[in-house]
Nanobody
Framework: VQLVESGGGLVQPGGSLRLSCAAS????????MSWYRQAPGKERELVAA????????NYADSVKGRFTISRDNAKNTVWLQMNSLKPEDTGVYYC?????????????WGQGTQVAVSS
């Protein structure tokens, strides 16, 4: 099983980045997908989530209107489009896959990709 993030980097405030997460080794379409981030010295927090078919999304208040999560089950990929980036968006961004059943959960994390927003 692998979740491989890419697309991070250094960007100026107001700029944009598009993160990608390529999944392999499991049935991608059976898993809800999310992006989390962890800033230095802070706990990991949920940024955005998308359901199995991609028909429903959820965002942290701090990124609503600026970030967009999307997925393509045929390509086993989930993206996070980040616009109007702010310095407080800096952190390591992680891809997360989860499938919940009756009393059970199967989940996977990616290794993370660094995003730095600075002038």
């Amino acid at each position: 099983v692998q979740l491989v993030e890419s697309g991070g980097g250094l960007v100026q405030p107001g700029g944009s980045l598009r993160l990608s997460c390529a999944a392999s080794g499991f049935t991608f379409s059976s898993y809800a997908m999310s992006w989390y981030r962890q800033a230095p010295g802070k706990e990991r927090e949920l940024v955005a989530a998308i359901n199995l078919p991609g028909s429903s999304t959820n965002y942290a208040d701090s990124v609503k209107g600026r970030f967009t999560i999307s997925r393509d089950n045929a390509k086993n990929t989930v993206w996070l489009q980040m616009n109007s980036l702010k310095p407080e968006d800096t952190g390591v961004y992680y891809c997360y896959a989860v499938r919940r059943g009756l009393g059970s959960k199967t989940d996977y994390w990616g290794q993370g990709t660094q995003v730095a927003v600075s002038s």
